[in-house]
């Protein structure tokens, strides 16, 4: 088979991962051999999915392998579509997804505020039968600002679990840090992150509304600046700061040579990396 065809086909793919795993497997056994304390990596944003009509298909085996290829232990997966639009059975698809792989995927419950009460069904469901970890809001797919009721409503309801919301914070309207922050003034009993930490433009933002509100943890994924990533742990310390990817699409790979490159002393890497994110899956009742 020739070089191309192997790439049309996948094969090469295929290769470059199982390779990757091994690199990372030998490289968590030579820590292990030299006594050394392991440092747990959680990636605290990848999405699973299937909508055939928008042409996604986002697997869990695909999420497992590029954690695999980065030396990432565990993962915390959330649809892309908003429940219960598109997908009435999104809850279902996310608990298969991590009953799936045991102990290497949490998930997170992906809902559209204006559904009233179908809401807040669905996302007590989530947490209360099905063991989700968080809520997911994203205003760019919703139209839902994150300080209106119908928002502050799911914010609540998953505070009463001690369960975080995770917001999609970047440059598009009704994403912006100073819009979501409205939410974390509203429900200061809430943990808000912001995830992708303002995105591009709206970083200083982010690191700005966070020292306003101790409600706020940012998120690293696909904010392209290290230099920004030291400077949020030094103006709000490393337990305020997450490492996540965004994956599968964006590689996990590279994101936590992202946070490395940002040149944290050890005990801060650790916390981002995944000692907090640890921290508040655990905390969820």
């Known amino acids: 088979?020739?070089?191309?065809?192997?790439?049309?086909?996948?094969?090469?793919?295929?290769?470059?991962?199982?390779?990757?795993?091994?690199?990372?497997?030998?490289?968590?056994?030579?820590?292990?051999?030299?006594?050394?304390?392991?440092?747990?990596?959680?990636?605290?944003?990848?999405?699973?999915?299937?909508?055939?009509a928008l042409g996604w298909s986002l697997e869990a085996a695909h999420c497992i392998r590029r954690l695999d290829e980065a030396g990432i232990d565990r993962g915390v997966v959330m649809t892309i579509v908003d429940a219960p639009e598109l997908n009435p059975q999104a809850l279902e698809l996310v608990a298969e997804a991590c009953a799936a792989y045991p102990g290497r995927l949490d998930a997170f419950a992906r809902i559209h505020p204006w559904y009233g009460q179908e809401s807040l069904d669905l996302l007590e469901r989530a947490i209360g039968e099905l063991g989700f970890k968080g809520l997911k809001l994203h205003p760019v797919t919703t139209i839902a600002h994150p300080s209106g009721e119908d928002s502050l409503r799911l914010i609540r309801k998953a505070a009463e679990h001690s369960a975080p919301t995770l917001f999609h914070c970047g440059d598009e309207p009704l994403t912006t840090p100073l819009a979501v922050a409205q939410a974390a003034a509203a429900c200061p009993e809430a943990t808000i992150i912001l995830g992708h930490m303002g995105g591009y433009f709206h970083v200083d933002e982010a690191i700005a509304v966070a020292e306003r509100f101790p409600n706020i943890l940012l998120e690293t994924s696909a904010m392209p600046y290290p230099a920004k990533i030291i400077a949020a742990v030094e103006r709000l310390g490393p337990e305020r700061v997450l490492y996540a990817s965004d994956g599968p699409a964006c590689s996990p790979r590279i994101e936590v040579e992202k946070v490395r490159l940002a040149g944290l002393d050890p005990s801060a890497e650790r916390l981002v990396l995944g000692e907090n994110a640890r921290r508040l899956l655990e905390r969820v009742s």
């Open 1 to 52: 088979m020739g070089d191309r065809e192997r790439v049309v086909t996948g094969q090469v793919l295929s290769e470059r991962d199982a390779a990757c795993a091994d690199v990372a497997q030998q490289a968590l056994q030579d820590r292990v051999d030299l006594g050394q304390d392991l440092l747990v990596i959680i990636d605290a944003h990848l999405h699973v999915d299937e909508v055939p």
